[in-house]
Each structure stands twice: as structure tokens, then as C-alpha cells.
């Protein structure tokens, strides 16, 4: 689905020009198996995963986007999801020290290009995974826990940038980062107005759902069908949601709520566990 293909929002929302980083999956195989979507015994199709990824990529540049790109680096088939490769905010750069040692060396490879961009990096001492595990949603950040990102390393990014930091315990390794059970809507709300979000409640622990129920009682409940091809894993910039095309559930969840999804399929970058918002990072100077 094509921007032209979307129909007219009900309600009027204004979206914003963002900034992001995006690695084009030249080296993406499932080699190894580090969550439940990755099956290193079925084939996977390098150039169709590309093709797949340059939809999304000329998605954004029909939003304005501001696309940077990370050059691919062989043997790490997951850089993909740049995500994952940091935290960007107020022009730093918080980075990645990942769980497990198949993917280890990005860590190091985002933090070189964050510097050669003008960021000033913070070397992180705790595990995490970037924005993977780290949303954030007007002044907090929303943090995830449970699979791949440690507590402590909330306490580290609370320093680092002086924000408050909300813990939230996911408990579905099917979701095993924040972004894939829940998504930040309004990137930049309205002055003392709460973010809207969406997110999948069975993937989070009892007292982390009743954190957000509390926080965030108008959110969008999305069903376990449209979670289950990482709709939630989606980016929006205010106004119009690049979301999985086959989260038909949730597209019409955000058209009444006054958003403008458009489809993309990343069917085959799904077979890493990954989808729209696993691609991108956002860079915030």
C-alpha cells in the first residue's frame, strides 16, 4: 500500500518531519536462533528481504522523512534492525550492549557511526538493546525488561538523560522487546497532554499492565491476531502509522482514532523477528 492508497483520516492530525537511521539488510539471513521467530533451518531470501526494506525506506522519504544509513557490515545479519542500536535524545547517543554474542559486534558499529555523526555517545555499562527496549513517550521514557534488556540499564539511561524512566516487564518471549507489544503514537504530544499508545496486554506482567492502565487509560488495545505479524511494531509520526499490512485490526483501529496507517510488508525480514519499527531508529538532536 502506497500513501495514495491510505483514505482520509477523520479526525485531522498534523504530522511531524523525523529523523531516522535505517541499515539496508544486504547480509540478512536467520543463521542462529536467538528468539521465537527465527528458524535457522528454513530458507530465507536475502533479496527479498532488501526489496521488502526499500519499500519501507521509500515510505518515509514520501513522509519527508530525514533517512540516514548505516552501512551493513557482513556477518551480522540482525543489523537490519537498527533499532536496536542505541537510544537517541536531545543529541545523545545512549548505545547498545547486547544479550547475546551473535549480535555483540553492532553495538560497537552504531556507536562509531552515532560519533562519526556528531553525537555524543555514552558507552553503556549495562545491557540493553536501544530502542528496542527504550519508547519514548512525551517526557518518559518507557522502558522494557524481561528478555533482553536489564533493569540496571534503566538506572543508566535515567542518568544519562535525566528523564523519568517507567519500567515495564514483558513476560511473552514472543515479544521479547519493547517495541514489538507496544507503540508510541504521538511522538510529540500536546503540551500536558499523555501520549496515545497501543500495546498488547497478555505481554506484559500483572503489575506492568496495571502501570499502564493507570498512565494510560485511552490507550489502543490491539488483539493478539494483528501482535501476532508485529503490527505493534510499527512508527508513526503523529499523524500518519507505517504498520504491518497485515494488521488489518489494528489499521482500523488507528483510522478511528483520527491516524492514517500504511501498510508495508516485511513478511520476510519477520522471519528475524523483526518488523517496521525493528528497522528504525529514531534520531533526535
Known amino acids: 500500500m502506497t500513501l495514495?492508497?491510505?483514505?482520509?483520516?477523520?479526525?485531522?492530525?498534523?504530522?511531524?518531519?523525523?529523523?531516522?537511521?535505517?541499515?539496508?539488510?544486504?547480509?540478512?539471513t536467520v543463521s542462529y536462533r536467538i528468539n521465537p521467530w527465527m528458524h535457522p533451518e528454513d530458507p530465507t531470501d536475502t533479496s527479498l528481504a532488501v526489496r521488502q526494506w526499500e519499500t519501507l525506506h521509500q515510505a518515509y522519504l514520501e513522509l519527508g522523512f530525514d533517512v540516514q544509513l548505516i552501512e551493513p557490515i557482513a556477518g551480522l545479519p540482525d543489523?537490519?534492525?537498527?533499532?536496536?542500536?542505541?537510544?537517541?535524545?536531545?543529541?545523545?547517543?545512549?548505545?547498545?550492549?547486547?544479550?547475546?554474542?551473535?549480535?555483540?559486534?553492532?553495538?560497537?558499529?552504531?556507536?562509531?557511526?552515532?560519533?562519526?555523526?556528531?553525537?555524543?555517545?555514552?558507552?553503556?555499562?549495562?545491557?540493553?538493546?536501544g530502542e528496542g527496549d527504550f519508547l519514548l513517550a512525551g517526557d518518559v521514557v518507557l522502558a522494557g525488561s524481561g528478555f533482553r534488556s536489564t533493569t540496571d540499564s534503566?538506572?543508566?539511561?535515567?542518568?544519562?538523560?535525566?528523564?523519568?524512566?517507567?519500567?515495564?516487564?514483558?513476560?511473552?518471549?514472543?515479544?521479547?522487546?519493547?517495541?514489538?507489544?507496544?507503540?508510541?503514537?504521538?511522538?510529540?504530544?500536546?503540551?500536558?497532554?499523555?501520549?496515545?499508545?497501543?500495546?498488547?496486554?497478555?505481554?506484559?506482567?500483572?503489575?506492568?499492565?496495571?502501570?499502564?492502565?493507570?498512565?494510560?487509560?485511552?490507550?489502543?488495545?490491539?488483539?493478539?491476531?494483528?501482535?501476532?505479524?508485529?503490527?505493534?511494531?510499527?512508527?508513526?509520526?503523529?499523524?500518519?502509522?507505517?504498520?504491518?499490512?497485515r494488521a488489518l485490526g489494528f489499521a482500523e483501529q488507528l483510522r478511528e482514532r483520527g491516524y492514517t496507517p500504511v501498510g508495508v510488508d516485511l513478511s520476510e525480514l519477520l522471519l528475524g523477528g523483526g518488523g517496521v519499527k525493528c528497522c528504525t531508529l529514531e534520531l533526535r538532536r
Open 4 to 28: 495514495t492508497d491510505t483514505q482520509a483520516s477523520p479526525i485531522a492530525r498534523t504530522g511531524s518531519r523525523r529523523t531516522v537511521l535505517m541499515c539496508r539488510p544486504d547480509h540478512f
Open 79 to 129: 543489523m537490519v534492525y537498527a533499532a536496536n542500536g542505541g537510544f537517541v535524545l536531545d543529541g545523545v547517543a545512549y548505545g547498545a550492549k547486547f544479550t547475546h554474542p551473535e549480535r555483540a559486534a553492532e553495538g560497537p558499529a552504531y556507536m562509531e557511526w552515532f560519533a562519526q555523526a556528531g553525537y555524543e555517545v555514552r558507552v553503556p555499562e549495562h545491557v540493553n538493546e
Open 154 to 245: 534503566q538506572d543508566e539511561l535515567a542518568a544519562v538523560f535525566g528523564r523519568e524512566v517507567i519500567g515495564l516487564e514483558l513476560v511473552n518471549p514472543s515479544y521479547y522487546h519493547l517495541d514489538t507489544a507496544l507503540a508510541v503514537l504521538d511522538p510529540e504530544p500536546e503540551a500536558d497532554a499523555e501520549p496515545t499508545i497501543a500495546y498488547l496486554p497478555s505481554a506484559f506482567s500483572d503489575a506492568s499492565l496495571e502501570v499502564l492502565r493507570m498512565r494510560f487509560p485511552n490507550a489502543i488495545i490491539v488483539s493478539e491476531a494483528d501482535a501476532a505479524v508485529l503490527g505493534l511494531n510499527c512508527f508513526s509520526d503523529g499523524s500518519t502509522v507505517v504498520i504491518a499490512s
